[in-house]
């Protein structure tokens, strides 16, 4: 899929989020507060870097378990032709997009009207598509844990904004600019080989 393609669905998926968010809190009165501009960009910055910390140890450091395995093998099937030739415009649209529309939808109203787990492993559930995508629906949900836990600790949606913008940015960012650690090498060697024996 190309870059441009990727970013207009991006704008329209998650344009779609904001809308629906925007449109939910008004009838049902649901505030969707932005905490602390301040503290919300420091804490969600950290908070990336603690998420994106934990996916390359998930991706490269993690005992080759059958669930670990799986993301891996989505990084090479799926993530890595998608955005290994990304632009910075796009990843930096993409990331925007995602950060709003899913921080104002799931974190802003269906957490607050559902409570954080149901919203959490609900937004896990819209990020499968397919076979092989239930640990990384499981995965996650985890991050949905967790950006749902900044809205609560920070009183507001810009510290899971922020920090759900940020760790899609430095996803894309190592998928596009990063060589393939041995673990991720690895499983794209086996799944050549598999290839090759069909």
């Avoid at 207009?8 to 939910?24: K, T």
């Avoid at 009183?155 to 759900?164: F, N």
Wanted: with cysteine; glycine share 12%.
């Amino acid at each position: 899929m190309k870059a441009v393609s990727l970013v207009w669905l991006a704008l329209l998926g998650e344009g779609v989020l904001v809308a629906l968010a925007l449109a939910w809190a008004r009838l049902r009165g649901v505030p969707l507060e932005p905490g602390s501009i301040q503290s919300g960009v420091l804490i969600g910055g950290v908070a990336a870097g603690v998420l994106g910390l934990a996916n390359i140890y998930l991706l490269c450091r993690a005992p080759g378990s059958a669930p670990v395995r799986s993301i891996r093998r989505l990084y090479v099937e799926v993530f890595k032709p998608l955005f290994s030739g990304i632009s910075i415009t796009a990843l930096v649209v993409i990331s925007v997009a995602a950060g709003l529309g899913e921080e104002l939808f799931f974190r802003g109203v269906l957490q607050t009207e559902l409570g954080l787990v149901p919203a959490s492993v609900i937004f896990g559930v819209a990020h499968m598509g397919g076979t092989g995508t239930l640990t990384f629906g499981c995965w996650v949900s985890v991050i949905g844990i967790a950006l749902g836990g900044l809205a609560i600790w920070t009183d507001g949606l810009i510290a899971p904004i922020v920090a759900h913008t940020v760790y899609d940015a430095a996803a894309m960012s190592y998928i596009r600019w990063s060589k393939d650690c041995p673990a991720v090498a690895l499983e794209a060697a086996q799944l050549e080989s598999e290839a090759r024996q069909v």
